[in-house]
């Protein structure tokens, strides 16, 4: 067996988890008000060298691995939007903060205590998270900003639309809370409107599209704005779709190869390790997904 880095384990959930709980979700969203604010605590500290840190992501939280190897054949195949896997990244700082589809957050940051390394903190959506996919992760203003969508396209859910659709997170507590935007406020989901693209275009402006898709007269309505402040403006689809950001390969000189069916879907910093997220994939299917994590 070959050595592994150092990863200091606070707490059992890292190494113990399950991969599913057999429950059914339930449609109350978690309430912060009875998070105990003691400030968040990390799930570990990561001391990063040559040899990379696999980590697969779980209903439960990440679970680290000896190597990619053991990730293969864990999971079975689903569609994306139903999938676990890191949906989006930002950087801050030094800080890397991640949006992990069906969960929640995940946040790696420099960590300076009785060990230097790179914490890892979780913040879990829950049981209300998990009916729900992840449709974008920005910066408004100072805070990380993800909102939810009912994906339907794969699934005949029987879940409400998600209601609060915007979350954010801080380190008072473990656990995410609620975020008003006030662009997205002429959409409540009370009437119908779900949010199911929410990001940054090329330009640097906001982009989104709200869709009201049941009832007598669907309507998708696709709006720019500079300040989500306020509404945005509505656009052409044209227009929608040629300010996405450019898809390209995942490459680093430092990053390990992946077995045959696995790709490496965003790559980030936190203090001095790399990251790079990966899925295993089959058309629009994930089966396992995770991150590495390595000196940089």
């Known amino acids: ?10 707490f059992c959930l890292v190494v113990s988890c399950t991969r599913n709980s057999g429950e059914k979700p339930a449609a109350e969203p978690p309430d912060p008000a ?3 604010r003691l400030g968040a605590w990390p799930l570990a500290i990561l001391q990063t060298g040559k040899q990379p840190l696999w980590f697969q992501l779980t209903e439960n939280g990440p679970v680290l691995l000896e190597s990619i190897e053991d990730a293969v054949d864990t999971a079975a195949f689903i569609p994306w939007p139903l999938a676990l896997h ?7 700082a030094e800080e890397l903060l991640l949006a992990v ?8 940051a420099p960590y300076y205590d009785n060990v230097t390394g790179v914490a890892m903190y979780r913040f879990t959506g829950g049981d209300f998270w998990r009916q729900y996919t992840l449709s974008g992760f920005v910066f408004y203003g100072d805070k990380p900003a993800a909102v939810l969508y009912l994906d339907e396209l ?14 954010t997170f801080n380190m008072e507590s473990n656990r995410p809370f609620p975020l008003d935007i006030p662009a997205l406020r002429d959409f409540p989901p009370d009437e119908g409107w779900d949010i199911d693209v929410f990001r940054i275009g090329i330009d640097g402006l906001f982009y989104y599209r709200a869709a009201r898709r049941k009832g007598s007269q669907p309507t998708v309505r696709m709006l720019r704005a500079n300040d989500l402040a306020r509404e945005g403006d509505e656009i052409s689809l044209e227009v929608f779709q040629n ?6 390969d995942i490459t680093h000189p430092s990053l390990p190869p ?7 879907t965003g790559i980030g910093y936190a203090a001095d390790s790399l ?3 990966w899925e295993e994939q089959e058309d629009f299917n994930i089966g396992a997904a995770g991150f590495v994590v390595i000196k940089k």
Do not use: C, H, Q
């Open 258 to 264: 992946l077995p045959k069916g696995f790709f490496y």
């Open 86 to 92: 890191v949906r989006f990244s930002l950087e801050r």
């Open 154 to 167: 794969f699934l005949d859910s029987d879940a409400p639309l998600p209601k609060p659709r915007a979350w």
């Open 243 to 248: 300010s996405a950001p450019r898809v390209t």
């Open 1 to 10: 067996m070959r050595k592994l880095p150092a990863v200091l384990l606070l």
């Open 101 to 108: 589809n069906r969960d929640g957050f995940i946040k790696l």
């Open 275 to 277: 990251f790079a997220s």
């Open 34 to 36: 009875t998070a105990v």
